[in-house]
């Protein structure tokens, strides 16, 4: 096959199936596989013509869609959020366009944000997302954040009348692994927070944990904090026995109101 034709056929097949702005946790995360994949894969095609090869591509990973567990208010964290007075985004999505946060302002922030003691390493980041491996005197761990700007409240076109995407913020609606601990509530300013607690979808048993908090502002920003006790989620081998952040530090990493966005 030509050059040319190799290169185009390698990026259609990255650049296919993205998931709708609405997706849950874990399709949000696995969004972030395919936009690394062709962040990689353009450079990679870049080398063909010098190389006349082609090489595989990698990934990233982190969003779910949920499951049933108790209502509940989660621990009180003390922060600022957005101003009460933003309106939410019309039922349509229609509303101002924010651009994704870039990839070192995510990691900047995200570092800037974590609780003393941790040290950090393997940094990896993407507009939107960033990740770090986190680690104390109780072992290493792994946290992942995505800030999406401009969340829609609508349901998209093409998907059934129930599936709607504001149903992430019910504990009652998301379906969750067995053995989860859902907690949803609506802080003062109407921001919308869910708190899971439980086995890691991705790794298919309970010996790694994955807890997540998951809000969406008033201003339309969905931001997705997740932990795991694992540095690999998707393997069968626990670093430490919990992971690294409570749910208060998610919770205060997740509302903090500097998120460039």
Same mark, same amino acid.
């Given at each position: 096959?030509?050059?040319?034709?190799?290169?185009?056929?390698?990026?259609?097949?990255?650049?296919?199936?993205?998931?709708?702005?609405?997706?849950? +946790?874990a399709a949000v995360?696995? @969004?972030?596989? @395919?936009?690394?994949?062709?962040?990689?894969?353009?450079?990679?095609?870049?080398?063909?013509?010098?190389?006349?090869?082609?090489?595989?591509?990698?990934?990233?990973?982190?969003?779910?869609?949920?499951?049933?567990?108790?209502?509940?208010?989660?621990?009180?964290?003390?922060?600022? *959020?957005?101003? *009460?007075?933003?309106?939410?985004?019309?039922?349509?999505?229609?509303?101002?366009?924010?651009?994704?946060? +870039?990839?070192?302002?995510?990691?900047?922030?995200?570092?800037?944000?974590?609780?003393?003691?941790?040290?950090?390493?393997?940094?990896?980041?993407?507009?939107?997302?960033?990740?770090?491996?986190?680690?104390?005197? *109780?072992?290493?761990?792994?946290?992942?954040?995505?800030?999406?700007?401009?969340? @829609?409240?609508?349901?998209?076109?093409? @998907?059934v009348s129930g599936?709607?995407?504001?149903?992430?913020?019910?504990?009652?609606?998301?379906?969750?692994?067995?053995?989860?601990?859902?907690?949803?509530?609506?802080? +003062?300013?109407?921001?919308?927070?869910?708190?899971?607690?439980?086995?890691?979808?991705?790794?298919?048993?309970?010996?790694?944990?994955?807890?997540?908090?998951?809000?969406?502002?008033?201003?339309?920003?969905?931001?997705?904090?997740?932990?795991?006790?694992?540095?690999?989620?998707?393997?069968?081998?626990?670093?430490?026995?919990?992971?690294?952040?409570?749910?208060?530090?998610?919770?205060?990493?997740?509302?903090?109101?500097?998120?460039?966005?």
């Amino acid at each position: 096959m030509p050059l040319d034709e190799l290169r185009t056929a390698l990026q259609a097949a990255v650049e296919a199936d993205e998931p709708p702005a609405g997706a849950g +946790p874990a399709a949000v995360f696995a @969004r972030a596989d @395919r936009a690394r994949t062709r962040q990689r894969l353009t450079m990679l095609v870049g080398g063909v013509a010098v190389l006349g090869v082609a090489v595989g591509t990698a990934a990233f990973a982190l969003d779910r869609s949920g499951g049933a567990a108790t209502t509940a208010q989660p621990p009180a964290v003390a922060t600022s *959020a957005p101003a *009460a007075s933003a309106a939410l985004p019309a039922a349509s999505g229609a509303g101002s366009s924010r651009p994704e946060v +870039p990839a070192d302002v995510m990691l900047a922030t995200l570092r800037r944000l974590l609780p003393a003691g941790l040290a950090t390493s393997e940094p990896d980041s993407q507009p939107g997302f960033a990740e770090l491996i986190l680690t104390d005197r *109780a072992g290493r761990g792994k946290v992942q954040v995505n800030v999406q700007p401009n969340y @829609r409240r609508a349901v998209p076109p093409g @998907r059934v009348s129930g599936d709607d995407p504001m149903d992430k913020f019910s504990c009652a609606k998301r379906q969750e692994p067995p053995g989860t601990h859902c907690v949803d509530s609506t802080l +003062p300013d109407g921001t919308l927070l869910v708190l899971t607690d439980g086995p890691s979808e991705d790794a298919g048993h309970d010996r790694i944990t994955l807890r997540m908090v998951d809000v969406f502002r008033p201003d339309g920003v969905r931001i997705v904090v997740g932990t795991w006790n694992a540095v690999g989620e998707k393997t069968n081998t626990a670093t430490r026995s919990e992971p690294p952040l409570t749910g208060q530090q998610l919770q205060a990493i997740a509302t903090d109101p500097t998120w460039p966005v």
